[in-house]
């Protein structure tokens, strides 16, 4: 019924991209920033790839760069972050990711992407390509190919190699020794004195000084000490943020001495492949950072370094109960982790971000998330794997995210759903972590558990494709899965999924091994499972007197005697019940069943299947000749819908409320079929799937084009089209 896509999808260029806010300030590179924004705009820098290493601010400077050349690109400036990857594979998923796309059908995201891009003008940033560089070179290449006002900009490491590319190397900031009578003034970051400027490597020092120990005052005499810091750690600005973190623990003095004290480079043994070897650097200033990173961990405590070191499991970020969970045991007791995540923070080792990239979820339920930069996460995983224990990490990671999804699962349908649609969109990078390591497993039973766990984030949350993929291969022969519960959880899944994508033919062979499972479980719930999956793939094939044949009874039965269904799957059998009605003409019964369908949905505080049944309310009323009663109910249910980014239920929902305007707004439902056309073309599947969507539509812009003319509907109908989609729903809530 509907793919509520991750953060703000769209569904369109028009939201100008995804750059995330600048948590600190931006020091130095004045003259890079100038090169670098001028050379993606220019006419030969299609692919400029930004190469340095680890820890020398490429990711900042592209990320800057980019924000300031957003005025070139009216289709938007978009992140892509790579890190999480660990290969090759999942790489155009994420691309399609990024660009907020939601389209729900079987087709490769590599050719949606390509597609997509063809007419539009925008910057992408492929941030962190050092590790899936051959991948990222190919796939720049076909972007590029398949949009001509597209333009790459990448952070490697090494370069990419690929055709056409400008490679730019980022060197450290300079370390120029401070005049003596400049004035490092930590406090106000401001730099006093009759001398020139301090370098930029100081300023940084002296910025990063402040916010860590904000009653620090840096005075013109401590300028030698910060120049000779800076100077050790060769100007390298991860390594200096790390040193400037110490000072409210340590005098500037102290910090000095220390960094020029001899300590163990911290080489790596064994295998070789330690973490600054991976990608074949191994310059003097990858030791210097080596070094600087093993300063930082020594000065940490037993506890602080352990902490670290399992931190570095989790893919992406984290919130404080998985690091209880994950990271808790032995010498480290659940207690204490709260404690370490703060120190750790205020040491530059963690970062902090409190608030969530979205704001559907209520203010009181948001929870702080907590992430390591790569360079630092590496060293870590390092550390885990020379002191043992990295695959029980790896274990509890997995056993972790299995319970979320599970307690998910149990808990979607209720007041919560908007929070367990932050939290899990947020985990993302873990949840996938954590299948990898189910499908690992020579035990086919754990892979079968979360992904079919996971329906409800794959069909409610945007994640039709990657689910499918997910359950296709849990479900593969190879994997021998007995003949219980568990595989017919997945079979049932992925037959969900399928009717979601609109791959009818998939579902039904899926229903043929699932059906005589349920059977063979003689488990109501999963009887009750297929009829559901079997109803929805009649009516949205056109046989409703079949789907109301099966699922009717089921329909009518209220809630208290309607033993064995699970609720969600109660839910939606009476959203398909009250469709296969619409479609049959029994308008009376559609509502009733509709209604009955709301009001169980709002008292158990659930909103994603309201806002189906409010949909459903709206076509009988349009239906049954109350127009009034139709905008209400589509009005609503839009904004259900939006609230969950939900791009399908949104499209069905301004199509409805175009329909319902246009007897006494033309021009205003023409502007609400040009936003519906927004969502619809970024689906990948138009309303021709289920003929009576394509039916509406054609008979509202019939309708308007004769009562307002082609020339007026087209201007209207354009407006809608290309405004930005999320003043165009802002706009379709306040029609009246």
Known sequence: ??????????????????????????????????????????????????????????????????AEARPAFPDGVWLVELSPLTEAEPLALAVYEALRLADQSTRPAAEVVAEWLADKRLLL?????????????????????????????????????????????????????????????????????????????????????????????????????????????????????????????????????????????????????????????????HQTLRTTIGWSHELCTAPERLLWARLSVFAGGFEQEAAQWVCAGGPLGSREVP??????????????????????????????????????????????????????????????????????????????????YERLTAELANLRAALEGCLADADPLPALEMASDLWFF????????????????????????????????????????????????????????????????????????????????????????????????????????????PLAVRLLTLGITSFAHLQSGEIPQAAAVAEAMREESEGHGDVWMRAYALYFQALAALAGGDPAAAVRHARDSLACKWQLHDTFGAAVSLDTLAASVAPTAPAQAARLLGAADQLWHSIGRDRAAVKEFLATRHTCEHTLRETVGDAPYETAHREGLETNIDDGIAHALTVA
């Not at 995330?20 to 050379?39: H, K, M, Q, W, Y």
């Not at 930004?50 to 990711?59: A, C, D, M, R, Y």
């Not at 900009?153 to 120029?176: D, N």
């Not at 993929?469 to 519960?485: I, Q, T």
């Open 1 to 66: 019924m509907g793919d509520a896509e991750q953060g703000r999808r769209s569904g369109g260029s028009r939201s100008k991209g995804n750059l995330p806010p600048e948590a600190t300030s931006f020091v130095g590179r004045g003259s890079e920033l100038s090169t670098l924004t001028n050379l993606v705009t220019a006419a030969d820098g299609r692919l400029v790839t930004l190469t340095g290493l680890g820890g020398v601010g490429k990711s900042r400077l592209a990320r800057r760069a980019a």
């Open 125 to 285: 940033i492929l941030d962190c390509c050092e590790h899936l560089a051959a991948a990222c070179a190919d796939m720049a290449e076909a972007l590029l190919a398949a949009g001509p006002g597209v333009r790459v900009l990448a952070t490697s490491r090494s370069p990419l190699r690929a055709r056409g590319e400008r490679v730019v190397p980022v060197s450290p900031l300079p370390v120029s020794p401070l005049p003596s009578a400049s004035a490092l003034s930590a406090a106000d970051r401001t730099y006093g004195g009759q001398g020139a400027p301090p370098a930029d490597a100081a300023v940084l020092f002296a910025e990063r000084a402040a916010e860590a120990a904000p009653g620090l005052v840096l005075t013109e005499r401590d300028g030698p000490a910060v120049g000779e810091i800076c100077a050790r750690l060769e100007g390298i600005p991860l390594a200096i943020e790390l040193a400037a973190a110490r000072l409210p623990e340590m005098p500037l003095d102290e910090l000095r001495r220390r960094l020029h004290a001899p300590f163990e480079l911290l080489t790596m043994k064994g295998d070789g492949r330690g973490t600054y070897g991976r990608y074949g650097e191994g310059e003097t200033r």
């Open 339 to 420: 404690g370490l995540l703060d120190r750790l923070v205020d040491q530059s080792v963690l970062r902090r971000a409190d608030t969530p990239a979205s704001g559907s979820a209520p203010l009181e339920a948001r929870k702080p998330r907590y992430s390591m930069l790569d360079t630092i996460r590496e060293y870590g995983q390092d550390w885990l794997a020379r002191t043992g224990g990295e695959e029980r990490l790896r274990e509890r990671h997995r056993d972790y995210y299995r319970w979320l999804a599970r307690t998910g699962e149990r808990e979607w349908v209720g007041p919560g759903q908007l929070i367990w």
């Open 458 to 565: 794959w069909t409610g949350c945007g994640y039709l494709r990657e689910g499918r993929g997910y359950l296709e291969r849990a479900l593969a022969e190879d994997r021998a899965a007995p003949a219980g519960p568990e595989l017919f959880r997945a079979l049932w899944a992925c037959g969900h999924v399928a009717n979601m994508q609109g791959d009818f033919d998939v579902s039904a062979a899926l229903e043929s091994r699932s059906a005589p499972l349920a059977e063979r479980l003689a488990d109501p719930a999963a009887a009750g499972a297929v009829r559901y999956v079997r109803g929805t793939r009649l009516v949205m094939t056109g046989r409703p007197d079949q789907t109301l044949a099966l699922c009717g009874r089921e329909a009518a039965t209220p809630p208290a005697h309607s033993h064995g269904t």
